[in-house]
């Protein structure tokens, strides 16, 4: 999709529900840095950013909450899969409904604006995303080394500085990312525009919201017919003593139906066990529809040629044994993280002017004022507020490894120095693919530490927590960051809402997860088999011994992933004309790193999108985005009901005894 300047015209906005018809800039700016960033100013924050209700008491503890409660969610599937998903939509879909309903009850007086959901939707993304993570990879997998957990005080101090240094990571990437190169962060744009919807009264915002509307009830029972027909045939079966098995027929099976049809029972057997079996998750194809046909297509022929042609040799050769995700990944990963790791730092360096400029306003930390301080500065994230939590997040981690671990003082601070450039990359691929690596970012770390200092699995583990929870905080304040970017909102009010997320996020998760995980023999068991944890585990022991441990399958994958990663981000500058048809480094990596389907899904519907586009722009300009956001916005909602339904007595029976506990009566 060609860049263009979008013509919103800037509008004096009363503050709550009545304000003008007003279009998202998805299709970006055109220009200087400069220009970029005036146009931007003059016609989407003016008249919302600079007069309507953001950062509020209500936005801030709709958001705690919703986010408090997600966190669970995210925490207890995490320990299940390994999986984590953003909280954003959610958030912003139940509060709307929520505040809506306090409205008409006359519980409250005032609807809240889109720019207090927009900060509402901030919080609860901090709270239910940014401070979890960590602990069902490299807490889960300390537990799994060493036979017992941290101290919940010590686990509680961990989880908090690492999102503050994460959170904070992200502010001087947020100018060059957002503002200058306005990469896609494909949820970002999901979540405006699902604001959009429930806060639009004109005619194009109606169509808009029914559109939306449609396309998520439409997903939903999608994913109900994916994924809770199961459920369904479970309850049945127990209220009426028999079984329907409706599962048979959900889509899932109906797929798995079709391959045995096509491939032969037997081949199709071989076929599953050497690589993976498709997987239909509308979800994604919404994000492609969002990412792009360029991005996607590298996925897809990056992801054939990792689970079709590499995979299937190294197990014909008896290196790689096993057939699941968990055995392959451990040898593809290494390839894809190099790749993506060249490939971001070199294009990083790339940008060394724009780079220069978002840490200019750092050299008036120490003076009085910047005098040359632009319209901009006035309403971005200082730089000074960057310099003083990195430097006391720094000193709280540092003291933290060397006092539970003996890390010396000089290796944390290298931790976070590496840190830094690795949130660089996971960020750029957020903004690109959606996903971000954390894991693949950590293991960079783990590699890093186990040549300096082999042996300590602790250190090992830590410092690479170091790096995937500082990443994968920084790639949620960018994705949050979009939605407020499009939407007008100010970006100073916006990062102090997601700040204040921390503090309950932090509580919550940190609590949940010494109850779900009181012990050591609970990770790996069939309540909670921790497939995350498990690999880093892995391969802190594997580099134990030092990176001469390493195969030569693995140290050859390093060296070829690294040179493509380079490559692809040369390319560029050398044949400027066809940029837009190269291949993405940040795309080729993650595709080596997650099941190959979802590198086809995403295709899919990239090629879907581009499609409209061709054959009917204003039905593609006018409903693309909004479809994609409700398919993305129905699915999660409906993930999160059958999560619940699913889980909700083990986690209600796993949680009452200590809540009883704490009760006066």
């Not at 040629?305 to 995979?311: E, G, I």
Request: charged share 10%.
């Amino acid at each position: 999709m060609s860049e263009q300047a979008h013509g919103t015209s800037g509008s004096t906005s009363v503050p709550h529900s009545t304000e003008r018809p007003f279009h998202l800039p998805i299709e970006g700016f055109q220009g200087t840095p400069e220009e970029i960033e005036r146009q931007w100013f003059e016609t989407v924050y003016k008249g919302r950013g600079d007069s309507m209700d953001q950062l509020t008491w209500r936005a801030v503890i709709m958001g705690s909450i919703l986010g408090g409660v997600l966190s669970l969610t995210n925490l207890y599937i995490g320990l299940k899969a390994g999986w984590g998903f953003g909280v954003a939509i959610t958030a912003c879909i139940l509060s709307y409904a929520i505040w809506t309903t306090f409205v008409k009850l006359g519980l409250v007086r005032t609807p809240m604006t889109i720019l207090e959901n927009n900060c509402m939707q901030s919080t609860a993304s901090s709270a239910g995303y940014s401070t979890g993570g960590t602990l069902v990879s490299a807490f889960a997998a300390y537990i799994l080394l060493n036979g017992q957990p941290l101290p919940v005080g010590l686990t509680l101090a961990w989880v908090f500085f690492l999102a503050v240094l994460g959170v904070t990571m992200a502010v001087p990437m947020k100018r060059q990312m957002i503002n200058v190169e306005q990469l896609r962060f494909p949820s970002g744009i999901a979540a405006a525009e699902t604001l959009q919807a429930l806060h639009s009264h004109g005619d194009k915002g109606i169509r808009a919201a029914r559109a939306l509307g449609l396309s998520g009830v439409l997903a939903a029972l999608d994913k109900f017919w994916a994924e809770g027909l199961p459920f369904v045939d479970h309850l049945l079966a127990k209220w009426f003593h028999s079984t329907v098995h409706l599962a048979k027929y959900s889509s899932a099976g109906l797929i798995e139906k079709l391959q045995v049809a096509v491939l032969g029972q037997g081949s199709f057997d071989v076929w599953k066990g050497r690589t993976v079996i498709f997987s239909w998750d509308a979800i994604f194809v919404a994000a492609g529809a969002i990412t792009g046909l360029r991005v996607c297509a590298t996925m897809l022929i990056s992801g054939t040629l990792c689970w079709a042609v590499f995979v299937p040799i190294m197990q014909q050769k008896g290196v790689i044994v096993g057939s699941g995700f968990r055995e392959i990944v451990q040898w593809t990963l290494w390839g894809g993280t190099a790749c993506m790791v060249s490939g971001g730092i070199l294009s990083f360096l790339l940008q060394w002017k724009s780079v220069l400029r978002a840490f200019r306003s750092l050299g008036g930390i120490f003076g009085r004022g910047s005098a040359r301080m632009d319209t901009m500065d006035a309403i971005e994230t200082p730089m000074s507020w960057f310099a003083v939590a990195q430097f006391i997040s720094l000193i709280a981690l540092a003291w933290l490894a060397h006092a539970s671990f003996g890390m010396p003082w000089w290796q944390s601070v290298l931790a976070v120095i590496l840190s830094f450039f690795l949130a660089l990359v996971a960020c750029r691929i957020t903004g690109e693919t959606d996903t971000t690596p954390i894991g693949a970012m950590g293991k960079v770390t783990q590699l890093t530490f186990g040549a300096i200092n082999p042996g300590n699995v602790n250190v090992n583990l830590m410092a690479a927590n170091i790096t995937a929870g500082s990443a994968g905080s920084a790639a949620d304040l960018l994705t949050d960051l979009k939605s407020g970017y499009l939407l007008g909102a100010h970006p100073r009010k916006q990062f102090l809402a997601q700040f204040a997320g921390i503090f309950i996020g932090t509580l919550v998760t940190v609590s949940a997860f010494s109850v779900l995980v009181p012990r050591a023999d609970v990770l790996g068991s069939e309540q909670f088999p921790a497939p995350a944890a498990q690999t880093w585990s892995a391969v802190a022991k594997a580099l134990s011994k030092g990176l001469e441990a390493l195969e030569p399958v693995k140290v050859w994958s390093i060296v070829i992933g690294g040179a493509v990663g380079v490559l692809f981000s040369v390319l560029p500058l050398i044949f400027p004309k066809q940029a837009r048809y190269l291949p993405s480094a940040a795309a080729f990596g993650l595709s080596w790193v997650f099941d190959w389907y979802y590198s086809l899904l995403f295709f899919l519907g990239a090629l879907l999108g581009w499609v409209v586009e061709k054959k009917w722009p204003p039905v593609s300009k006018e409903y693309t985005f909004p479809v994609a956001s409700g398919i993305i916005a129905g699915g999660s909602l409906m993930g999160v009901a059958l999560i619940f339904g699913e889980n909700g007595p083990d986690m209600w029976n796993a949680f009452w005894p200590k809540i009883r506990a704490l009760l006066p009566f």
